[in-house]
């Protein structure tokens, strides 16, 4: 793209003024510059709205100080108020001065001269006026792309930033989903063997803490191996989701359901004693011995059945570890007592209480 050229202007009065003008300034200049006259100040604005119009660069404006109408020195002053970056020259007669420094005050002048006027004097003042012009043009084309280049560097910041805001969020959920298969049984959905383990541990010491009793259960479904022999892997493991669900439904907000293994599942019910534990426990009991279950009826017994064992702290043990033996000793009295009930670890006077 073709660069656009500059225009020097120049405002007299005086025909036989603007022809030495145009001819001086167009034999040094007028290989890069357009030389554009106007024989007043009225006309010198017309032209410059003009000049702008077609997007012409007003470089240099050479205007007389005596003409009729609008003083040299006005037209100077409006020059810099529409484009302070126009240099601008007087051209001055005899007395002068005055005029010199109100323009120079007003309009901020470039540089005057007095006529007549030396033709290498003009040709020196606007050669520099216009090396000034291009810097000054220069230097503001330059601070423009620079503060375009900084706004699309702050665009492109903030998309950066919200770009990262959202792999990071995404990368926080991704966390949090790992975080939570790592816990979690794939085939329920239950918490897992170690979660539970790690949730008793805290439970436990919780409980020694505050004083308020603890319980847990162990639970087995009756017979799984009967009903995947007879009905095949899948139907058992809709079983030990249905069931899961059962555990879950029946569960209190603080309460733990968790799948231990196979088809084992424990339930960890805080500020609860062991006789309450007891009661929920039948609850869910007797809810799973009425679900309607595929092939229920084909069990032994007429109906698919859990067996549970109840223990709690400090009655039955003093660390997680024996809670869980003593909860494990009794579903296994559970199953030896006739399945499809709920046994209590044996008290300190050891009897074993049942249920079902």
Not at 132 to 161: C, F, G, H, I
Not at 311 to 325: G, Q, R, V, Y
Request: charged share 25%; glycine share 6%; aromatic share 4%.
């Amino acid at each position: 793209m073709t660069a656009l050229r500059e225009t020097i202007l120049c405002v007299d009065d005086e025909e036989g003024v603007l022809l030495a003008l145009r001819q001086q300034l167009a034999a040094r200049f007028g290989h890069e510059c357009d030389i554009a006259t106007a024989s007043s100040g009225a006309d010198a604005l017309e032209l410059l709205d003009e000049l702008e119009r077609d997007g012409e660069r007003i470089a240099v404006v050479i205007a007389d100080q005596i003409m009729p109408g609008m003083k040299g020195v006005d037209l100077l002053e409006v020059v810099d108020r529409r484009s302070p970056t126009t240099t601008k020259i007087l051209l001055t007669g005899q007395a002068g001065l005055d005029a010199v420094v109100s323009a120079i005050n007003r309009a901020n002048l470039n540089h005057y001269l007095s006529k007549p006027w030396d033709e290498a004097s003009l040709r020196l003042a606007v050669e520099n006026l216009l090396r000034q012009y291009r810097l000054t043009e220069e230097n503001r084309q330059l601070v423009s792309t620079l503060s375009s280049k900084n706004q699309a560097l702050v665009e492109m910041n903030r998309e950066l930033e919200a770009k990262i805001h959202e792999r990071t969020h995404e990368l926080a959920e991704a966390n949090s989903r790992l975080a939570q298969l790592a816990v979690t049984d794939g085939l329920t959905g239950l918490y897992n063997h170690r979660h539970l383990h790690e949730r008793l541990a805290l439970e436990v010491e919780r409980s020694a803490r505050n004083g308020l009793p603890l319980s847990l259960w162990m639970s087995d479904v009756d017979h799984f191996k009967h009903y995947n022999d007879h009905h095949g892997h899948p139907a058992g493991d809709d079983v030990l989701r249905t069931v899961a669900r059962l555990l879950t439904e029946g569960r209190r907000a603080n309460d733990m359901v968790a799948r231990y293994g196979g088809e084992e599942f424990s339930v960890i019910l805080v500020d609860t004693a062991k006789f309450t534990a007891a009661k929920l426990a039948e609850r869910i009991r007797e809810r799973v011995a009425t679900h309607p279950f595929p092939f229920s009826e084909r069990q032994p017994g007429g109906h698919l059945a859990i067996s549970v064992g109840v223990a709690s702290f400090p009655d039955d043990a003093a660390d997680p570890d024996t809670l869980l033996k003593a909860a494990d000793s009794a579903l296994y009295a559970a199953k030896h007592a006739g399945r499809d009930c709920v046994v209590l670890a044996p008290s300190a006077h050891g009897d074993v209480p049942t249920s079902g």
